[in-house]
């Protein structure tokens, strides 16, 4: 299989080749030097040469395309089908086509031989694969028709498919769920073995059809295995063919070595699940009812594309490995030698982690490592070679756990064709790949990198949609399919619980008495609960006093029964005393610290992307350039610029100037030849790269507000996911997409592609606020969300002080913005060790999965885990009660909607525009204050950290309505202060900037905590999402708050930083307070809140009552 698929490239090689000599008595030597055009390195052409003719011998002046065939250069890969069949120029892209009819064989290869292998056995397909395979991969040897050899290989391609669709069935179907990690070795290190001879072969054997002849003689490696193999049992029973599969069941046990049970027992279990209804109703499926039935329909459409998406990107990885610079052969070997780590990493992932995690951080690792070494030059040759072959470590890891786990999703008589299905799309990809790389050539250099991230995007989005299957049984039934996707999503929680308890006799039974029949009180493990879920008949061997299988209750019982059973003595009881899930946590330890560096970290990456612009494109001093490059540069700067009365350069006019007449100091004119910079303070800048002054000196501050529209749109998507998908998969999001951006924004040229790229960059930096600030509060006790103002006060603090220090050293705004990307690999460690957040989990009705996020953050707190079926049973009341239901999934219509989420989410928005636009008009414009702007802008900074220690006391013990009241009016009265100061009060001015800044963020510290104490869980990123929308309105228009006073006047920048101080304390005043409170969980809680505040006396009476 390897051989057929990958030996195209180096059997149609891309060789060196030149236009013949037009005549037999031309010496080659002579016409490869003078009648061959040369290309700028120096090689020659490969598609034209100079005119020819007997009479006038070689016209240099012109060219034509090749008139009499080609010459090759054999040194490198020997007879090729290259040089055989004239592969080159008009007809290049045959080279590739033959890559693609390999594909296409395969692709029909699975269609015919998963139909054959369902209808007529694994075994018997297999045998039919060898006899196909040996017949026309010998007999493609001899053909001498170009057209004829690729059938050859079109049919021996679809033969190989057959052979691995029947043996990957047969394996999956006898291998237990702890050891189908084994599929590594046989389809990962088996299949990566002979992938290392193709190059060895190339360069020994030297000729195509020598290749192709050890292709078909590999088929007889096949054949004694023929005499061992048997039938896959689990077909014989989904065929009903008992005799037969009780003989190779029996078989098997000895060819293993294993006792032979009672088989007539265990052939009447296994013929009951035969002839069970469920088992019936699934038998002989077939393509049509892949698509007909809505759950395999489901989970084909995503296989299939996250099988087209991966197996493009793997094809392309390899079938251009021996295009990178340097030896093919060595290249090739030494990229085919990453599927061996691959293999174990692979194996190693099937045994202890997830599906759906280990693709998706394999597939988004990939990416990374490919946007960092697709666009470097071809003289980084090992850093091309080795980031390549980590790229392709990373997508063969991913296929590994890929290849394991269609065959884990879908149901007995179905395997193959779902098998056979998704092989179909990744053939469509394989046949599409080998033309990526002639796409490129023939659009822009940049497209194969954008068709790449698209891809690994689309793959990671069908990874999250997939079921879980990490120690499950394989789904023998449509039923089994349906639990497979319950038990990931668990959306069975959601029936009310009075139904859940009326489902039926022996489970109500058993919920009533809470006896050793109920897996909780039995202190079963999760995967014992997840057993426990109803099921159809099934081939498990019970014991003859157990209970009947005939007895278990059908699908449609609802599935809170047997996820969290709960005793009707304990419900009622407990209905009245819900307990809270960072109650069950606990007080700040080990997850809580973990959780807190985490803010602290993902600061870099956001707080450079969104203030390190000033300083990137920044207000460098200019001049018009001269007009002419004979002029001197110092004397045109003395004579031919005009002066301002402080004696500086005029930025944008000259003085006219020509040849004849020369400098004409009475006339002055806009610039005509660009401009000249100062370039001694802040070095290479996005001002000078792209002439950012004068009538462009608006894309500056455009630059500013392009970051904070990323960061507007970024908390919309990501809030929207972080409450749909959970936190952590938003978390992981936004680390691929700041990485991808961030450092390909470094090495653009255009600085249209430049600012979208840093736009994308800010939305993921939103999109990682987002998701840290809910895993924080959610997680937090009241007394410890003090130290929100650590990671997201001091931590975002610690970054800002490295700017000027940045800004300073690098000198190069590509520099700065390199910086910026490189600070997401901080970030990249944390995953290991962050949980999901249980009260998302808990919102969602998740609860197995809240049960075990609970257990592990007790464990690394080292703290004592309590019982946890009684915890569990009252966050399940309350996860089920009335208000919490009337709670989940709100969304930005429901804070519309609902009357006092309404009246908070206004406020709150009101209030985060006002601070937002005066805390980045003062951050924005700290370097501008009279002085070094470096030092300025790190002074400025600096505020911060006190800020963040008194913010955390404010929090500690004051109200959040007194403490943002006085801190906000405080720096409206220092600002007003300093504002109209002459710049040579230097140090009053940049003093005052400074205790300007102080206050604002010791309001915004409390602020922040502020919000999500008011918003409920349900919609608590929603809510924060829609106060960081207008933060980021407010931050896109601040940019332009110093230009407007520039084309007004100087006080209007006052009036509007009075007025929107004077509008954010009054919406100060209208907000619920929130000290000491517990997080709202449910629209009920808000309005408490709300009630308590406006009304603190009926609260004291209540609680004296």
Known sequence: MAWTNMMSPLMAADVPHWCAPPNETIAATWWKDHGIPRDHRGT?????????SSESGLDENETIPCTHGWSYNKEDYGETATSEWNLVCGDSWKKSAMQTAVMAGSFLGVI?????????????????????????????????????????????????????VAVTTLFMEIMPEKDRIYMNVGFGIGYAIPLMFIPLLSHFLRDFRHMQL??????????????????????????????????????????????????????????????????????????????????????????????????????????????????????FAISTFAEFPSAFVGMYLLRKCRRRQTQMYNLILAAILFGGVYFLDDSYRWS????????????????????????????????????????????????????????????????????????????????????????KKLPDTIDDVEQLLKDTHRIGLKIPLSKSIEAGGSERQNLASGDSCNPLY??????????????????????????????????????????????????????????????????????????????????????????MSPLMAADVPHWCAPPDETIDAAWWKDNGVPKT?????????????????????????????????????YGETATSEWDLVCGDSWKRSGMQSVVM?????????????????????????????????????????????????????????SGITVATTALFMEIMPEKDRIYMNVGFGMGYSIPLMFIPLLSYYLRNFRHMQLAIGLSGFLIIPYLSVLEESPKWLLAKHRLAEAEEVIKRILKRNKRPIPSMKEVMTRLAVHAESENAQKSTNLGYLDLLRVPVLRRNIFYLSILWFCHSFVVYYIALNAHRLPGNAHLNLAISTFAEFPSAFVGMYLLRKCRRRQSQFFNFSTAAVVFTGVYFLDDSYRWTKVVG??????????????????????????????????????????AMMAPFLKDFGDWTHHSAVYVIFLVLTIIGVFCVTKLPETLDKKLPDTIDDVEQLLRDTLNPKLKSEKSSA
């Open 645 to 681: 009365p402080k004696g500086t350069a005029v930025e944008c006019l000259m003085y006219r100037w020509s040849s004849e007449a020369g400098l004409d100091t009475n006339t002055t004119i806009p610039c005509s030849h660009g401009w000249s910079y100062d370039k001694e303070d």
């Open 522 to 611: 039995r202190g079963d493990s999760k995967s014992q609960i997840q057993k426990s879920v109803a099921r159809p008949p099934g081939p498990e061997l019970e014991s003859s006093t157990g209970p009947s299988r005939a007895q278990t209750p059908p699908l449609s019982t609802p599935i809170l029964i047997t996820v969290v059973p709960i005793p009707i003595g304990i419900v009622y009881m407990l209905m009245e005393d819900d307990i809270d899930v960072i109650q069950v946590i606990g007080r700040f330890g080990t997850y809580h610290c973990i959780v807190l560096l985490l803010a602290c970290t993902r600061a870099y990456p956001v707080a450079w992307t969104n203030m």
């Open 214 to 331: 050890a292709i078909g003689l590999s088929g007889f490696f096949l054949v004694p295995y023929l005499f061992v193999l048997e039938e896959s049992p689990k077909w014989l029973l989904a065929k009903h063919r008992l005799p037969q599969a009780e003989r190779s069941i029996v078989r098997i046990l000895k060819r293993n070595r294993r006792p032979i049970p009672n088989m007539r027992d265990v052939m009447a279990k296994l013929a009951v699940h035969a002839e069970s209804e469920n088992a019936k109703k699934s038998s002989n499926l077939g393509y049509a009812d892949m698509f007909r039935i809505p759950i395999l329909r489901r989970n084909i459409l995503y296989l299939g594309a996250l099988w087209f998406s991966g197996s493009f990107m793997s094809y392309y990885m390899a079938l251009n490995a021996h295009r990178l610079p340097g030896n093919a052969h060595l290249n």
């Open 112 to 164: 015919v031989f998963a139909k054959i292998s369902d209808r007529f056995g694994r075994k018997r397909a297999f045998v039919a694969g060898i006899c196909v395979l040996l017949t026309f991969g010998i007999s493609a040897t001899f053909v001498q028709s170009f057209l004829f050899f690729n059938i050859f290989r079109f049919i021996m391609s679809a033969s190989v498919s057959g052979i691995t």
């Open 709 to 765: 529209a990323g960061s507007f749109l970024g908390v919309i998507v990501f809030a929207k996911i972080s409450d749909r998908l959970g936190r952590k998969l938003a978390f992981i999001f936004g680390i691929a997409l700041l990485l991808t951006t961030g450092l390909s924004a470094a090495f653009v040229q255009s600085f249209v592609i430049f600012n979208l790229l840093r736009f994308l960059l800010s939305a993921s930096a």
């Open 993 to 1034: 900037g400074f205790f300007v800044r102080f206050f604002i963020y010791v309001h915004g510290f409390v602020m922040w905590t502020n919000v999500h104490e008011i918003n409920p869980t349900p919609a608590r990123s929603v809510g924060f999402a829609v106060t960081m929308m207008f933060s980021r309105t407010a």
């Open 384 to 471: 091309k070679i080795y980031g390549s072959t980590i790229v392709r470590f990373f997508i063969f890891t991913h296929s590994f756990v890929k290849w394991t786990n269609v065959h884990e999703i879908n149901p007995t008589p179905a395997r193959s064709v779902g098998f056979a299905i998704v092989m179909m799309c990744s053939r469509m990809a394989g046949m599409l790949a080998p033309f990526l790389k002639d796409f490129g050539d023939w659009t822009h250099h940049s497209t194969v990198y954008i068709i790449f991230m698209v891809l690994t995007a689309v793959s990671v989005f069908c990874v999250t949609k997939l079921p879980e299957t990490l120690d």
């Open 44 to 52: 020659p052409e490969g598609c034209r040469m100079y005119r020819w």
